[in-house]
C-alpha cells in the first residue's frame, strides 16, 4: 500500500503565489514519473505538470512559465510553485506517482486525496 499527502493548497488573490508539496510512502522500490493533475467540477482531471525519476518535466500549455514542478527522489516527494495565478488555475489540485513495490513487478498508479487551490478575481 502506498500514500500519497498532499499540501499546500489554499487561497491567494490573482498573481500571486502558492506552493504545493506531496509526499509517498509505504511499499515503494521506484517511482518513476510523478506529477500534478488538477479537476474542477463538471470537468475531467487534466495534466498540470509532470517529473520522471531523472527529472525530465512536462507541462500543460495553460500553465508554461508560470508553475515549476520540481522532485526529491530520496523522500519520494514533488513539489509546484505556482506563480502569477489566475482565476481559472481554481482546481483541487492532486499528487499522482507510478509506484513499483518492492513484492511485485507491476507498476501501480496512486493518486492522492486532492487539496483545494482556489485564485481570487
Known amino acids: 500500500q502506498v500514500q500519497l499527502v498532499e499540501s499546500g493548497g489554499g487561497l491567494v488573490q490573482a498573481g500571486g503565489s502558492l506552493r504545493l508539496s506531496c509526499a509517498a510512502s509505504?511499499?515503494?522500490?521506484?517511482?518513476?514519473?510523478m506529477g500534478w493533475y488538477r479537476q474542477t467540477p463538471g470537468k475531467q482531471r487534466e495534466l498540470v505538470a509532470t517529473?520522471?525519476?531523472?527529472?525530465?518535466?512536462d507541462y500543460a500549455d495553460s500553465v508554461k512559465g508560470r508553475f515549476t514542478i520540481s522532485r526529491d527522489n530520496i523522500k519520494n516527494a514533488i513539489f509546484l510553485q505556482m506563480k502569477s495565478l489566475k482565476f481559472e488555475d481554481t482546481a483541487v489540485y492532486y499528487c499522482?506517482?507510478?509506484?513499483?513495490?518492492?513484492?511485485?513487478?507491476?507498476?501501480?498508479?496512486?493518486w492522492g486525496q486532492g487539496t483545494q487551490v482556489t485564485v481570487s478575481s
Open positions: 509505504g511499499n515503494i522500490f521506484s517511482i518513476n514519473v
Open positions: 499522482n506517482a507510478e509506484v513499483s513495490p518492492h513484492d511485485s513487478s507491476v507498476t501501480l498508479d496512486y
Open positions: 517529473v520522471s525519476s531523472s527529472g525530465n518535466t
